[in-house]
């Protein structure tokens, strides 16, 4: 796996890189390929290779951030704990919001402890809430281009809160109709991040185009795939 075509942002801190759909962030209790197999090759001369900072679905792309050492590591762990880092996500719905836009505020707990991650709305849970915005819908207003950027950092956060306003994300094989025979992908994207990691510095933006699974839908929905907006920001320093 090449992550060095697919980095986005590079100092002496941290990396940010687009990670494909499809592959998980770290090997799971079945073993298996996982991104940080790949993450040796993102050494860039430092003694050890770069540590997650967070995490993202197996089927969601986007900017996932790595930090280069322990030091970064707990910087970046903070930042996300107090919910001080923004972030973007585009997604494909089935159905039509009413509205242009909104705010989801629903408490999130574990669906049932021996299905692991999986999550529902939760008056007793943990409190959630996500903003959207719809940037486009197909003609037949079966399908929406939604924006996304949660304000808190629950497991599968978006795609429940999705599900439960009755427009479940396009592909979702837990809470949307993603598991049946011929379905799509997860058309869920985490386009942009924004991490002030420094104070004396200005903030650390990095975009990630939507990937190929998504264009079809994306079109549909009236974003042409040679806007500005679809490009991805590549910052290097060190």
Not at 86 to 97: F, L, M, N, Q
Not at 124 to 133: A, C, N, Q
Not at 229 to 238: A, C, H, L, V
């Amino acid at each position: 796996m090449n992550l060095l075509s697919r980095l986005l942002h590079r100092d002496g801190l941290m990396l940010i890189i687009d990670k494909p759909a499809g592959v998980p962030v770290h090997r799971g209790p079945k073993g298996g390929p996982s991104l940080e197999d790949a993450f040796d090759e993102l050494r860039f001369g430092l003694p050890r290779a770069p540590a997650l900072a967070h995490r993202l679905d197996k089927d969601t792309s986007g900017c996932l951030v790595l930090g280069r050492h322990r030091k970064a590591l707990d910087r970046l762990g903070k930042l996300f704990k107090s919910g001080r880092i923004s972030k973007t996500y585009w997604a494909v719905v089935e159905g039509a919001p009413e509205a242009e836009e909104g705010e989801i505020d629903l408490a999130l707990g574990r669906l049932d402890a021996a299905r692991g991650w999986w999550m529902r709305p939760d008056p007793l849970g943990l409190p959630s809430r996500t903003s959207w915005r719809v940037l486009g819908r197909s003609p037949d207003a079966s399908l929406a281009f939604v924006e996304f950027t949660p304000h808190t950092g629950r497991t599968h956060q978006i795609r429940v809160h999705a599900q439960a306003m009755g427009w479940p994300i396009l592909g979702d094989p837990i809470y949307g109709h993603g598991r049946r025979e011929g379905a799509p992908p997860l058309h869920l994207h985490a386009r942009a991040i924004t991490i002030p990691m420094q104070d004396s510095k200005e903030p650390v933006r990095a975009e990630a185009p939507p990937p190929d699974h998504m264009s079809e839908a994306l079109a549909l929905c009236g974003l042409a795939p040679d806007l500005p907006n679809t490009t991805k920001t590549i910052n290097m320093t060190d």
